[in-house]
């Protein structure tokens, strides 16, 4: 794929007599979605290739792999390029800021590092790369060395300018660290990420509103009258008080035995509408690029939404959802957001101004893992 393109992150900081020249740049980029893994942010690049024209490439930074479109010298351009229609479905998209390190590194050049572990995993040499990052150690850098993972700080000329900050290093908490040195096999241009900022100028996508609901048979509402003005009177004084004069005392009648009348049901008063039960059968697989139909059951509701986003996405997208025969109501999740990411979702109904949701909840949604 010629439009995808990856960052390499790579050594850091510039010692004289290691690299030739250095630069640092500053770049916009459309922020499509921040995510974990690697695979993911692949997953994600893969599924939008062919909806956009803009060129796309992940960039790791402290831990997170952020997916972006296009390479702008402003952001005013980069938002303008982020009102793409096949991007406005993102939950994460705006214009993200890079500051970034071109550094000309020669050709068989040894340098000194210190390194602070050694992992059989990826994801394990990140995590204590972004914790290194997180206590002030930086440039901190995952090598694949012999088919493992080995977290390094720093890039120093001579092992005694790597002596002197083994201490720093020490105090940040890795008691175990210890040095090592490396020869640049191959020179060239190699590029570092310096600093990764979201600028948060580009406004949300406007949530889909579904149609008030119209009652067949329903009669319209009569026109509103005017209030109606009384001219001001005068107060007149109030009429003085009459006696009132008891009536005299009879006695009762003699009683008559009467037969009780026929108990009536009476209806019991309600003081609020009736409660919806949302019945959902959750969908926990799908598969790539697939809708995914949703249905739940919500009798006697006037409306139901379905709300979905992308694993660990930050806003749901709201979706009205068709109602059928027994208050059934349906809708699907789009092909386009069925990514290996997972996707979470839950669905509220509406009953005048009240609100009911199933076991599924904004907090806690359902999740649909794929495959």
């Known amino acids: 794929m010629n439009r995808v393109r990856i960052l390499q992150v790579t050594l850091g900081l510039i010692i004289l007599g290691v690299c030739a020249q250095a630069a640092t740049t500053t770049q916009y980029y459309v922020q499509m979605s921040a995510v974990p893994s690697e695979a993911d942010a692949g997953q994600l690049i893969r599924a939008y290739a062919s909806r956009t024209q803009l ?7 402290q831990g997170q792999y952020f997916v972006v479109a296009g390479e702008f010298s402003d952001p005013d351009s980069a938002k303008e390029a982020a009102l793409d229609p096949a991007l406005r479905d993102l939950v994460q998209l705006d214009v993200v800021k890079v500051v970034s390190e071109s550094t000309d590194l020669k050709s068989g050049a040894t340098v000194y590092q210190i390194q602070l572990g050694n992992f059989s995993t990826r994801g394990n040499a990140e995590r204590i790369q972004g914790e290194a990052r997180d206590r002030g ?8 060395i012999g088919g493992m993972y080995k977290v390094r700080f720093g890039q120093f000329a001579s092992r005694e300018a790597a002596s002197s900050e083994l201490p720093r290093v020490q105090n940040a908490g890795y008691d175990d660290a210890w040095l090592t040195s490396t020869k640049v096999e191959q020179g060239g241009l190699f590029k570092e990420t ?3 900022e979201a600028l948060g100028i580009v406004p949300p996508a406007p949530a889909i509103e579904a149609p008030a609901p119209v009652a067949v048979g329903a009669k319209p509402e009569p026109p509103k009258m005017e209030p109606i003005h009384l001219s001001a009177q005068p107060t007149l004084p109030p009429p003085p008080p009459q006696p009132v004069i008891a009536p005299p005392i009879q006695a009762p009648p003699p009683f008559q035995p009467v037969a009780p009348p026929p108990q009536a049901r009476v209806p019991a008063l309600r003081e609020s509408p009736p409660e919806i039960a ?12 697939e809708p995914i139909p949703i249905a739940t059951q919500a009798l006697g509701a006037d409306e139901v939404i379905l709300h979905y986003r992308l694993k660990g996405g930050i806003s749901y997208i709201k979706v009205p959802m068709i109602a059928g025969q027994q208050g059934v109501w349906k809708s699907e999740i789009p092909g ?4 290996g990411l997972g996707v979470e979702y839950f669905i509220q109904a509406k009953k005048g101004f009240r609100r009911f949701t199933g076991e599924g909840t904004k907090e806690m949604p359902y999740l649909i893992q794929v495959k």
């Open 55 to 61: 060129p796309l490439q992940m960039i790791p930074f």
């Open 137 to 144: 150690l930086d440039p901190v850098q995952v090598m694949v």
């Open 194 to 196: 310096l600093s990764v």
């Open 278 to 289: 949302v019945l959902t059968q959750p969908i926990r697989e799908a598969k790539k690029k």
């Open 336 to 339: 386009w957001a069925v990514t």
